[in-house]
């Protein structure tokens, strides 16, 4: 039986400090006994109906188109098939700097080994239901005023799962860097009461 922990992050392929810490999951997987399975939420869903910055509305406009087509794979395919898309897509938008458009859709589904046609995704909203669905599942355990990413670690010997925003740093810690702030998130994260550690926002995402 193996002893890995099995961890959720749910993610926006539009946000970069998600993409971040996405990263820096990646690297934790190399370091502690941990599997990370990457699910979908929505910016767009969880910002319905508030007052918004003009710049920040049409950001989350854009934000749909992706975030349909993330939801398509995760309704048709596995984790594996998640994953890979959400690293092709972030590379692409995060990296690349990429249109988000349909050939942005396209490009990532082909390096992911997926059917293009899932592009068409970005402009139907029957995908919409399912959407909705994964981001509750997603926020249920953390509250709707946070945003992405957020992560779910199940508890151990029938303890609570545990749940939690982030964390939001830049850029990713490497190696036993990124162990250590496992390490310490989760302590911190698992503690009863324990709601809130933050601090003022001084860096723009690194991607290094």
């Given at each position: 039986m193996s002893d890995r922990l099995s961890v959720d992050m749910y993610f926006d392929p539009m946000c970069p400090w998600a993409w971040i810490t996405s990263r820096w999951l990646l690297e934790v997987e190399q370091v502690r006994q941990v599997d990370v399975r990457f699910k979908v939420?929505?910016?767009a869903v969880l910002n319905e109906g508030r007052d918004l910055p003009p710049e920040y509305r049409?950001?989350?406009d854009q934000a749909w188109g992706p975030v349909r087509v993330a939801i398509a794979v995760q309704e048709?395919?596995?984790a594996d098939a998640v994953r890979a898309f959400?690293?092709?897509v972030g590379t692409?938008?995060?990296l690349g700097k990429q249109s988000i458009d349909g050939q942005l859709y396209v490009d990532a589904l082909t390096e992911a080994g997926l059917d293009p046609a899932l592009a068409a995704a970005a402009e139907e909203p029957a995908w919409d239901a399912p959407l909705r669905t994964s981001h509750a599942a997603g926020m249920a355990p953390v509250g709707m005023d946070v945003g992405t990413p957020v992560v779910h670690v199940p508890g151990h010997d029938g303890a609570e799962p545990v749940a939690f925003f982030g964390p939001v740093i830049t850029p990713a810690p490497r190696g036993e860097a990124a162990g250590k702030l496992w390490d310490g998130v989760l302590l911190v994260a698992a503690t009863p009461g324990f709601y809130e550690l933050k601090r003022s926002r001084e860096a723009d995402p690194s991607f290094d």
């Open positions: 939420m929505s910016l049409k950001l989350l048709k395919h596995d959400y690293g092709a692409r938008i995060h």
